[in-house]
């Protein structure tokens, strides 16, 4: 399984961060100030841009190629 293209925006990494941390797409969604459906929609494009299925693959991938950068605390999440 070879990622397509794994540039992600910030946004995306943004996102990724919070599933990291259990929240839910409805929780994420407050905290970026968006609705739920963006939220689905990062999700998607992220799913695509590493050319997997679900947001296990993606954490997985996010973990192994170290793809949400280093947590600095005050940062945000």
């Known amino acids: 399984m070879s990622p ?7 946004r995306e990494i943004s996102v990724l961060r919070h599933v990291a941390q259990g929240w839910n797409a409805r929780a994420i969604a407050r905290s970026l100030h968006v609705t ?3 939220v689905h929609y990062y999700f998607k494009t992220v799913k695509n841009k590493l050319g997997v299925h679900s ?8 973990g192994r190629d170290s ?6 605390p005050g940062e945000e999440v």
Do not use: K, S
Not at 4 to 10: A, D, F, M, S
């Open 55 to 62: 947001m296990e693959e993606v954490m997985f991938i996010a």
């Open 4 to 10: 397509i293209n794994t540039t992600l925006t910030r």
């Open 67 to 72: 793809l949400l950068g280093e947590y600095i």
């Open 36 to 38: 739920q459906r963006t």
